[in-house]
């Protein structure tokens, strides 16, 4: 049986592990997977096996699908309340 303690990371430090180790300000974020490291090394520095990276950017991108339908959801119902109460042409 393995005596480590588990790790808890914040979704900061998953997103940044999956940025390959960049920072995530507006600028660097369009770049942040460009770079020479595989996802081996980047797993290797950090520690982590490369199935919990591959399962963290999977929960990433369904989060993210999640807020667009939410965003999109909230857009319909505000087209629908306008056009209910009369406020779109």
Do not use: P
Not at 3 to 8: A, F
Not at 35 to 47: A, F, I, P
Not at 66 to 82: A, D, G, Q
């Amino acid at each position: 049986m393995n005596s480590q303690k588990r790790r808890h990371w914040k979704a900061e430090e998953k997103l940044q592990i999956q940025a390959f180790g960049k920072s995530l300000s507006k600028k660097e974020g369009e770049e942040a997977r460009r770079t020479d490291s595989t996802v081996s090394e980047v797993c290797r520095r950090h520690g982590i096996g490369t199935g919990q990276f591959y399962a963290w950017e999977k929960h990433a991108r369904q989060g993210a699908l999640f807020v667009l339908w939410l965003s999109r959801r909230k857009e319909e119902r505000l087209h629908r309340t306008h056009r209910e109460e009369g406020l779109t042409e």
